[in-house]
């Protein structure tokens, strides 16, 4: 069993920047592949970013390359996004996952456990 808890979303003017944390529970946090998503009002969520634990690989879509990036501290249970750049169409309720058997990292039901999500409001 796994619990995430996701903390550092907020209010801030498009160009600015915000750095999300997600801290699990649980000794085997190593070895779950992680990722954010995002659900923007109105949308179906959408994948973000992606973590493997083997290799530590990377996944992103397209909206955040080049200005958003995954990493992981095992020692902490922590995974982090990075959001430089921010945009208006970034304001989303950002949402961690984790999963101990991902196939596709961008597709949800590959992730078992997920996070309540954090706010994310960008303002032009």
């Known amino acids: 069993q796994v619990q995430l808890v996701e903390s550092g979303g907020g209010l801030v003017q498009a160009g600015g920047s915000l750095r999300l944390a997600c801290v699990a529970s649980?000794?085997?946090?190593?070895?779950?592949?992680m990722a954010w998503f995002r659900q923007a009002p109105g949308k179906e969520r959408e994948f973000v970013a992606a973590r493997s634990w083997r290799g530590g690989s990377t996944y992103y879509a397209d909206s955040g390359k080049g200005r958003f990036t995954i990493s992981r501290d095992n020692a902490k249970n922590t995974v982090y996004l990075q959001m430089n750049s921010l945009k208006p169409e970034d304001t989303a309720v950002y949402y961690c996952?984790?999963?101990?058997?991902?196939?596709?990292?961008?597709?949800?039901?590959?992730?078992?456990?997920w996070g309540q999500g954090t706010q994310v409001t960008v303002s032009s």
């Open positions: 996952a984790a999963g101990d058997t991902v196939v596709v990292f961008s597709r949800e039901r590959e992730y078992r456990y």
């Open positions: 649980g000794r085997a946090f190593r070895s779950y592949d």
